[in-house]
């Protein structure tokens, strides 16, 4: 009997412990999966903003994106009064925001990650007169395209490499 009371003790305990853990609960807003490939595709030249970028808006402007096709990258961007999720701590080296830019290369840079955050001084672009890329469609340009699912821009270059940027989410796949 003694046994039995030590065997309900410890599963008391467990059960107790277990209660304080954190809770893990799914995000409600998930990284969108690579769109398919009947996707309609926008006319990029519509995107451009005459400087070599092509830049549009995602979710009703709260993210946008620019894409430059030499030397062949995307930067994804957000206010940080936009941002619901919790910004990852920011590297020694970077004196700047962090959390608040995305960066895709399309290829392996010399340094770094091909998708990682971007420690910035600013706004690299200014979305105000970009269009907006309609939920479900996607731009490609060069070796990086990118697609609107809702409120979250995602964007794959050719090797399946991506970032993906929202308000309440985001990913990287290197």
């Known amino acids: ?66 894409i430059s096709e030499s030397p062949g990258f995307v930067l994804c961007e957000h206010r940080d009064v936009d941002v619901v999720y919790e ?13 608040y830019q995305a960066k895709l290369w399309a290829f392996q840079p010399s340094e770094g990650l091909v998708a990682d955050w971007f420690c910035s001084s600013g706004l690299f672009s200014d979305p105000e007169n970009a ?5 479900g469609s996607k731009i490609v340009v060069g070796d990086i395209s990118c697609f609107a699912a809702e409120t979250v821009a995602r964007c794959d270059n050719k090797q399946g490499q991506y970032l993906a940027l929202g308000a309440d989410v985001f990913g990287f796949g290197n």
């Open 1 to 66: 009997m003694r046994k039995f009371g030590v065997l309900v003790l410890m599963a008391v305990t467990a059960l107790v412990l277990s209660a304080c853990s954190p809770a893990t609960t799914e995000p409600e807003v998930k990284v969108p999966d690579k769109p398919s490939v009947e996707a309609p595709i926008v006319n990029a030249a519509d995107y451009s903003d005459g400087y070599g970028g092509y830049i549009f808006r995602v979710g009703g402007g709260t993210i946008w994106c620019t």
């Open 87 to 99: 910004i990852p701590a920011a590297p020694a080296s970077c004196e700047g925001a962090w959390g």
């Open 131 to 135: 269009y907006d890329l309609p939920s």
